[in-house]
């Protein structure tokens, strides 16, 4: 499969804490992206990453990419109850297919 | 702008009933794709459009058929209802520019469906 794994896959922290998410793949990309899910809603696109580059930031989140490595990680700093969603990474690897991971549920307690 | 609209919200059939879940953007996207989310399997593509009279195969395109008339509306039509079928489908569309890069996607709400 070219879909992308997150780890862990589920993540529990107190609000104020920093949350980190992985993601690795296993082919070459244009680039990566990451979206939040809220429950029973649709996905929302947080940040692409192109393969060109190794870190980028929006906000109070902080997204790198080790192409060396396949590998991808998404940083949500000071999180907030209002960030508890499941986060997807999505890999391009061309053809016009973007390939979603099984996502990293996130709670944050207040 | 209301995005991505996606009717209905949720819907049960038989099995071999047929349905057509409605798509439609106003953002004048070329790039318009179904996907389907079930249980830790994450989303998968099922089929994709790059233009009008365009449209291409994804990953489980078995039992679907889209077409796209127009740039704003690609509906999914189920065949024949399988509960194998029973999903949360995704409708989605871009700013597609060209060549094989996605760019970001805009995602509907979703349709809930049972099959029975």
């Known amino acids: 499969s070219q879909q992308g794994e997150e780890d862990p896959q589920a993540l529990s922290i107190q609000e104020g804490e920093n949350a980190t998410m992985n993601c690795s793949y296993k082919t070459s990309i244009n680039n990566l992206q990451w979206y939040r899910q809220n429950s029973g809603r649709g996905l929302v696109h947080l940040i692409l990453i192109r393969s060109n580059e190794r870190e980028k930031h929006s906000g109070r989140l902080r997204v790198t990419l080790d192409t060396s490595k396949k590998s991808s990680s998404l940083l949500i700093t000071a999180s907030r109850a209002a960030d508890t969603a499941s986060y997807f990474c999505?890999?391009?690897?061309?053809?016009?297919?973007?390939?979603f991971g099984t996502g990293t549920r996130l709670t944050v307690i207040p | 702008n209301a995005g991505v609209t996606q009717t209905p919200k949720f819907q049960v059939l038989k099995t071999g009933q047929s349905m057509t879940l409605q798509c439609a953007q106003d953002?004048?996207?070329?790039?318009m794709s179904w996907y389907r989310q079930d249980p830790g399997m994450g989303l998968r593509l099922i089929h994709y459009s790059v233009g009008a009279g365009i449209t291409d195969q994804g990953e489980v395109p078995n039992g679907y058929n889209v077409s796209r008339s127009t740039t704003e509306d690609f509906p999914l039509r189920l065949l024949s209802a399988a509960p194998s079928q029973t999903s949360v489908y995704f409708c989605?569309?871009?700013?597609?520019?060209?060549?094989?890069?996605?760019?970001?996607?805009?995602f509907g709400s979703g349709t809930q469906l049972s099959v029975l």
């Open positions: 953002m004048n996207h070329e790039y």
């Open positions: 989605a569309s871009s700013a597609w520019t060209g060549g094989d890069t996605n760019e970001k996607l805009f």
């Open positions: 999505a890999t391009d690897g061309g053809a016009n297919n973007l390939f």
